[in-house]
């Protein structure tokens, strides 16, 4: 294992374990960059990795009553068609696209992390997390509230078929606005959903054929990064949320200016 999984699978864990997504929008660019995948393969790795670092991180989150199992499960089942049709896609993609498809959304992810950590914490709606979307008896419906809550879902499968990220990073925001989560709750409960959407894009990959994966990298880089995650979810209870996010859209900027400089010229070509 290169000892370079070391740093990379660590900022990884602390990412997921402190912000609850942001995990694969670093993760598939070091495994291309710096461990020389290519993209399909590193956004396959990515998922495997993903996955497996969520799971393992939500006791901890569980622990601390920052999981809602029933609406996580939820949100990320109604993913599932998005999964199938963003894997289905992404194979139809040259590399070149994906990687600079990448780079534009790390630069709308960190301008969105930006502004949330300015205003102090996303708002959300006046509907409680724990109030009922729809009910059979009797039958009701906050149907607004239950047409967000789909196409969020959908989106957020799409965009983790398509590029094989878990979609943390758009996902607590989706929860606070959608589901009227508490930060600290959209965090622990975006980990739920992202274990499950990477699991049903690996499954939609795995139909098409993954190919050659490095075994040996991908539970190295995992073991890394939970071991991170737990350290992040520890760092998310001491520092201010809005320090994090800062420092998190810096690094994200940076790494979509390497990826866009590597992408560009060769889509060019």
Same mark, same amino acid.
């Given at each position: ?70 609406? &996580?499960?939820?949100? *990320?089942? =109604? %993913?599932?068609? $998005?999964? @199938?049709?963003?894997?289905? /896609?992404?194979?139809? +993609?040259? !590399? ?60 957020? &499968?799409?965009?983790? *078929?398509? =590029? %094989?990220?878990? $979609?943390? @990073?758009?996902?607590?925001? /989706?929860?606070?606005? +959608?589901? !009227? ?89």
């Amino acid at each position: 294992m290169p000892l370079a999984v070391i740093p990379l699978g660590t900022v990884i864990g602390i990412a997921l374990g402190a912000l609850g997504g942001g995990g694969s929008i670093l993760a598939v660019p070091a495994l291309v960059h710096v461990l020389g995948q290519d993209p399909v393969t590193a956004t396959t790795s990515s998922l495997i990795i993903v996955g497996i670092t969520s799971l393992l991180s939500l006791p901890a989150h569980h622990r601390a009553q920052r999981v809602s199992f029933g609406q &996580g499960m939820t949100f *990320g089942l =109604l %993913g599932t068609a $998005g999964s @199938f049709a963003g894997s289905a /896609a992404s194979r139809a +993609v040259p !590399g070149e696209v994906l990687m600079t498809v990448f780079a534009v959304l790390m630069v709308v992810v960190a301008v969105l992390m930006l502004r949330r950590s300015r205003s102090g914490s996303l708002q959300s709606d006046d509907t409680g997390p724990h109030e009922p979307i729809l009910t059979l008896h009797p039958l009701t419906c906050v149907c607004p509230r239950l047409l967000k809550l789909v196409v969020a879902a959908t989106l957020v &499968g799409l965009l983790t *078929g398509f =590029l %094989g990220v878990g $979609g943390g @990073f758009v996902l607590v925001p /989706a929860l606070v606005l +959608v589901l !009227g989560f508490t930060m600290p709750v959209a965090v622990g409960t975006s980990l739920l959903v992202i274990a499950i959407n990477s699991g049903t894009a690996l499954a939609a990959r795995a139909q098409q054929g993954v190919g050659e994966l490095d075994w040996p990298l991908i539970l190295g880089f995992a073991t890394v990064a939970v071991i991170g995650s737990l350290v992040g979810s520890r760092v998310a209870d001491r520092l201010p949320a809005e320090r994090l996010s800062q420092a998190f859209a810096v690094l994200v900027l940076a790494i979509a200016a390497f990826t866009a400089a590597q992408a560009v010229p060769a889509l060019s070509a």
